[in-house]
């Protein structure tokens, strides 16, 4: 379809990626690891204030802190005495395009428009291109979203089936490939092409967009409550909600805010194979996406993820498809709220961990999304069963990602696992370590660099650069 | 053979990459199909079905392919209930209910 071939076009990469974006990122290397992080966010000129400001331009953010009181006696009907935490969610669903994604669009498409950009594209299966498309519509730019939407079958995921109707119903053209990594292959086609701004879920504007989550949802409950919440849980893929969240979260003063990250079990499902596509029934927030970029995220699509989801998280955990698909049911049936599946994922972890915690503790649970048709847990189970997956009650464990869905039999089976936090840090030193030139060594900056990226010290990174380079030798 | 005139909503598809252009880094099963790609647009001359068509999209870009289908339709769906979720709803409502009698 293209003059240009794969390997002619990568070649381009940076230089349609500058042009894109617009942000020259050579400037904040500080050492052969190390870049100054905060400065690339903040040169961007846009404050917490002056993003509140353009968000409620467009009515994005300012959405309703929900108390889910059901579901709390719910948790506390399976809990210790004494122990089940308030659970509260932030009703995400209500932004313009129905999920928290509006925030990360609604900076690129001012941005975009002040620049003179003819038009904002994205690559994205998920909410986000919804999210783009729709503001995109308000700004009157041309949109135009690509997608990986179908297998070699051409069976299309009905979640990403439901996002190209909603895309189309904001007047974006959607481009939908087959699987394949290539989808960025295609989208930097259609940038050069065009001259379109990039709105890459990675820059700094896609993340500054989300700080205003989490410094709404500190005030929300600070307003309420007389405090902050203990813990605030976010989905967790690409590492932007979790790393804007708690920005928002620690610029609201809510520092001691336990943040957790929490992610779909897809282990064993190859992100790339057509066969798997359409054999994971979450498209997002899954291992797929989260344990990659926790450990490197600079495997994005621009050379300075400002999604850095390490420097911010105190726990992470996975929940099985099974427990999600149950907490979203459980969420309509008692607190009236038919909400997508994809934004329960943090509500099935958080639903777990209150069983732990003290009745007087508050936990957040950071976003809902809309839901609809293929966006729902009957149509992916529907498409689940014809795959042939085994979609059965049961206790969670017996779950296996692309063979059997187990949805719980009773809610005192939701157990999400814990991910060894500290076995996620060495990967990302390791992947860091292993990132230098020939030639080149850590410097101190680099170390203070690594420490503030894996929320530990310099002696941690330290111990793990000796540990690497004896096992090199 | 179904033909569409000048102007209709239509989609038109085509490889994008032939499997031997594809990226080296693949798993065997995606290396073994062609990247390929669909996109809807008005039609810029009248086509038939699995001929050449152009279209323009919606941004106003011109691409090329093969005419796939007339006026698309959005087929995914709710489908039918889940016989393993039907009975949730009822089964959290006997627990909090019975947690309501306890208290």
């Given at each position: 379809m293209s003059a240009e071939s794969y390997p002619a076009i990568m070649d381009q990469k940076a230089d349609i990626m500058r042009a894109s974006v617009g942000i020259d990122y050579a400037k904040y290397t500080t050492g052969p690891l190390s870049f100054d992080y905060e400065a690339m966010l903040a040169d961007t000129g846009y404050d917490l204030d002056a993003i509140r400001d353009i968000q409620a331009r467009t009515a994005v953010g300012d959405t309703p802190l929900v108390e889910l009181k059901n579901l709390t006696e719910l948790v506390r009907a399976v809990s210790e005495p004494g122990k089940g935490a308030r659970l509260f969610v932030k009703d995400e669903a209500a932004n313009p395009s129905g999920s928290f994604k509006d925030r990360r669009a609604s900076l690129s498409a001012y941005e975009a428009k002040k620049k003179g950009y003819p038009g904002i594209a994205a690559a994205t299966s998920g909410n986000y291109g919804a999210a783009v498309a729709s503001q995109a519509a308000k700004a009157g730019l041309g949109c135009i979203i690509v997608q990986e939407a179908f297998d070699s079958q051409g069976i299309a995921q009905p979640e990403i089936a439901e996002k190209t109707r909603a895309c189309e119903a904001y007047g974006a053209e959607v481009v939908r490939l087959s699987v394949g990594p290539e989808l960025f292959y295609y989208f930097l086609i259609v940038l050069k092409e065009t001259g379109f701004f990039n709105a890459s879920l990675y820059t700094p504007y896609s993340i500054l967009g989300i700080e205003t989550l989490g410094h709404e949802l500190a005030l929300q409950v600070k307003a309420r409550e007389g405090r902050f919440p203990d813990m605030v849980v976010a989905t967790h893929a690409g590492g932007g909600n979790v790393t804007g969240t708690a920005r928002g979260l620690i610029k609201a003063g809510a520092a001691d805010t336990q943040m957790v990250a929490a992610s779909v079990d897809l282990a064993g499902l190859h992100m790339a194979s057509d066969r798997d596509f359409n054999r994971k029934s979450f498209t997002t927030g899954h291992t797929g996406f989260s344990v990659p970029f926790s450990t490197w995220?600079?495997?994005?699509?621009?050379?300075?993820?400002?999604?850095?989801s390490l420097r911010y998280m105190d726990r992470f955990v996975t929940v099985t498809q099974g427990e999600v698909f149950y907490v979203t049911e459980a969420l309509a049936a008692v607190e009236g709220m038919e909400r997508g599946p994809a934004g329960n994922t943090s509500l099935a972890a958080a639903f777990a961990i209150a069983r732990q915690m003290d009745k007087e503790q508050i936990i957040v649970v950071q976003e809902t999304e809309y839901t609809g048709a293929g966006k729902h847990p009957l149509g992916q189970l529907n498409l689940a069963k014809q795959m042939g997956i085994d979609v059965r009650r049961g206790d969670p464990v017996e779950n296996q990602p692309g063979k059997a869905i187990v949805i719980p039999e009773h809610p005192s089976q939701i157990q999400p696992v814990e991910m060894d936090l500290d076995r996620i840090r060495r990967s990302y030193l390791r992947n860091a370590l292993d990132s230098l030139a020939e030639g080149e060594s850590v410097t101190e900056a680099d170390v203070a660099f690594l420490a503030a990226e894996t929320k530990t010290d310099p002696t941690y990174v330290r111990e793990a650069i000796e540990s690497h380079e004896r096992k090199k030798r | 053979m179904q033909r569409a005139v000048k102007n209709t909503w239509v989609e038109i598809g085509g490889i994008v990459l032939e499997k031997d252009e594809r990226?080296?880094?693949?798993p065997d099963d995606t290396q073994q199909v062609p990247l390929e790609m669909r996109v809807k647009g008005f039609l810029l001359s009248d086509a038939k079905i699995g001929g050449a068509a152009e279209i323009a999209t919606p941004t106003g870009r011109t691409v090329k392919g093969t005419l796939t289908e007339i006026n698309p339709a959005y087929t995914h769906m709710f489908g039918s209930p889940i016989p393993e979720l039907s009975p949730i709803a009822k089964e959290i409502r006997v627990i909090l209910a019975e947690r309501g009698k306890a208290s």
């Open positions: 995220p600079d495997r994005a699509d621009v050379p300075r993820n400002a999604a850095r | 990226s080296p880094k693949l």
